[in-house]
């Protein structure tokens, strides 16, 4: 309406202009530059200004994903070539072992401070860049031990199932990013710099063979994306202000419940996961952890998915025969079950008041669950933790259906603390291979071998998100 009453006040002042002398206003336009309708319509808006939509695909947002997308990518291209690769280091490099990648992690943030402590200036004061700083390294924790201890990769030296992703290179290339975003506008040197020390590092865990390469790659990869997590969070508790904005933060929003959140909990097992394998008489309690987001194309639907990470741990069990004779002071140990989810689906959000959000939704996807080991355990086993393995479990990609409901406070209209709950259920199937002593048995070999063992898998879990609208 405003907008309205502006255009019709010039208008009608013009008019009135060139009612009284046309030609002395025609002799004025003679000597004012030409101006097209773009300029005229910025007049009439009083300062609201114009902006060209910018292609997707040349968006600012866009092109810095491009990065953290072909490091993922290279990531899973060179799974399977991970022991071919290390074969080249065990080649030229087999007794290599200088530990300067312990160090050389930490070396972008150190410059970082330095640099403050010096005087030169940056994007942020140490105040908020130290606050990004953390959220940033809160967030690379969260995801890197949750895949860890959920995918349970041995390491390449054999001495951990901890392998991926490298935790050192995430370290690494979160300070990289950190040095980058406090200093890269000030010199692309100090960007170049920090990326530098960040490769050498992850190299370093590969020529010291305390991790694969796709683990050193899948790190570098959340590094950066946690560094722009953390960035974007920070953003909006100071409600965008400031010239430090993440590249997240420039995500043209729709003033709709559209979001983007970090979340971890508690699982709690409504089934036993082993039941028909006879590993699991209890059902189990375990972590998840994870990022959700979704965009609403109105105030109450949008599309939404999320990326979450669950592990659970597997009690000992004693074993009896069928006679109920105990099998004596022994026990079987089956390694934790770990879960990496993904799923797509609708979302549901009502508004409550300003500062309540009520978030409803339904997905679907897929779930892959670690591989794991099987140990008989006891005393009297001369065996490393008296443990002797004697089975390995692989189970298979399968369908994943998950449901929940979530309650937001708002901070303010950019953030939120999310309480959530959901159900998630998977139809697992479970392959199971013996030792190589079973192997050579012909009768058990054909017995127990490459047994099967289909289970019905599902959980609730319930949590909290840290929420960031947009």
């Not at 080649?91 to 312990?102: A, G, M, S, T």
């Not at 992690?105 to 330095?114: E, K, L, N, R």
């Not at 606050?131 to 349970?152: D, F, H, P, R």
């Not at 419940?257 to 709690?268: D, E, N, Q």
Request: aromatic share 12%; proline share 3%; no cysteine.
């Amino acid at each position: 309406m405003k907008k309205i009453a502006l255009a019709s006040g010039i208008l009608l002042h013009l008019y009135f202009i060139k009612a009284q002398d046309t030609i002395k206003i025609k002799t004025l336009l003679d000597t004012i530059p030409s101006r097209n309708l773009k300029e005229d319509l910025a007049i009439i808006n009083s300062g609201y200004s114009i902006q060209e939509k910018t292609p997707f695909f040349q968006k600012e947002w866009v092109k810095k994903s491009v990065a953290p997308a072909i490091l993922f990518t290279a990531a899973a291209a060179t799974w399977g070539e991970k022991e071919n690769i290390r074969e080249v280091r065990n080649r030229y490099l087999p007794n290599f072992k200088v530990k300067y990648d312990d160090y050389l992690q930490y070396a972008p943030a150190v410059a970082v401070y330095g640099l403050k402590l010096a005087g030169i200036k940056g994007r942020n004061n140490i105040g908020r860049a130290t606050l990004s700083y953390g959220t940033s390294l809160a967030i690379m924790a969260i995801l890197v031990n949750s895949i860890k201890y959920t995918t349970k990769v041995e390491r390449p030296d054999g001495s951990k199932n901890n392998s991926f992703p490298s935790g050192h290179a995430a370290m690494a290339f979160t300070n990289a990013s950190f040095l980058h975003k406090e200093y890269g506008l000030v010199n692309p040197a100090y960007s170049i710099a920090g990326y530098g020390s960040a490769t050498l590092t992850g190299l370093g865990r590969n020529l010291n063979n305390r991790h694969w390469v796709p683990d050193i790659l899948a790190g570098a990869g959340i590094g950066i994306i946690s560094t722009e997590l953390g960035y974007f969070f920070i953003d909006k508790i100071y409600k965008n202000k400031g010239n430090n904005l993440s590249i997240l933060s420039r995500i043209q929003g729709n003033d709709y419940p559209s979001f983007l959140a970090l979340k971890m909990g508690t699982a709690l097992g409504t089934t036993n996961f082993l039941k028909e394998s006879e590993l699991d008489d209890k059902k189990q309690i375990g972590f998840e952890g994870g990022l959700e987001g979704a965009y609403f194309f109105s105030k109450k639907w949008g599309v939404g998915a999320d990326v979450s990470f669950s592990s659970f741990p597997i009690k000992s069990q004693r074993i009896t025969f069928d006679d109920e004779q105990d099998f004596g002071n022994h026990e079987i140990k089956t390694q934790s079950m770990g879960f990496l989810s993904a799923g797509i689906g609708p979302y549901f959000s009502h508004e409550l008041s300003k500062k309540w959000q009520l978030t409803l939704k339904v997905t679907g996807g897929y779930a892959a669950t670690a591989s794991g080991k099987v140990f008989l355990k006891g005393n009297d086993i001369d065996a490393p933790n008296n443990e002797l393995q004697i089975a390995r479990y692989k189970p298979r990609p399968a369908f994943r259906w998950n449901t929940g409901a979530s309650m937001t406070y708002k901070f303010n209209p950019g953030l939120g603390l999310t309480f959530y709950t959901d159900y998630n259920k998977i139809n697992s199937t479970i392959q199971y291979s013996f030792s190589d002593e079973i192997k050579e048995s012909e009768e058990l070999d054909q017995e127990l071998n490459n047994l099967i063992a289909k289970e019905k898998i599902s959980y609730i879990t319930l949590g909290l998100r840290l929420t960031a609208y947009f």
